[in-house]
Nanobody
C-alpha cells in the first residue's frame, strides 16, 4: 500500500495550496481517507476525513477554510486549503482506514510520507 502526498510548499499568509494524495494497493473507494497534520513540537492532529460515500468531517480550525474531496476513479484524495495562516504550518499526512473516520491517530492503518506546508506571515 502506498499513499503519496504532494502539493506542499511555501505560501504567504492568506494564500492557498492544494494537496493531493495518490493511493495504490487499496480499493480506494471502500476506505475512509483523510488528512492529519503535525506542527513542529506538537502532536499529530486530525484535519479532516471523508468516508466512503462522501460524508465529510472537519475539525474546527479547518471548517470554512479547507475542503476535502476524493476522486475514487483516480484513487486520489485532495485538500484545498484557503486563507492559510502561519499556524497552519505543519507536515500534512494523508491517511486511510476501513470503517468510519475517527480523530485517533492509532485508528488509521495507512499513512503517506507527509508533505510540508509552510505559511509565512
Amino acid at each position: 500500500v502506498q499513499l503519496q502526498a504532494s502539493g506542499g510548499g511555501l505560501v504567504l499568509a492568506g494564500g492557498s495550496l492544494r494537496l493531493s494524495c495518490a493511493a495504490s494497493g487499496i480499493t480506494f473507494s471502500t476506505y475512509t481517507v483523510g488528512w492529519f497534520r503535525q506542527a513542529p513540537g506538537k502532536q499529530r492532529e486530525l484535519v479532516t476525513f471523508t468516508n466512503r460515500g462522501g460524508g465529510v468531517h472537519y475539525v474546527d480550525f479547518a471548517r470554512g477554510r479547507f475542503t476535502i474531496s476524493r476522486d475514487d476513479d483516480k484513487s486520489t484524495l485532495y485538500l484545498q486549503m484557503n486563507s492559510l495562516k502561519p499556524e497552519d504550518t505543519a507536515v500534512y499526512y494523508c491517511v486511510a482506514k476501513m470503517g468510519w473516520g475517527t480523530s485517533r491517530v492509532d485508528d488509521y492503518e495507512y499513512w503517506g510520507q507527509g508533505t510540508l506546508v509552510t505559511v509565512s506571515s
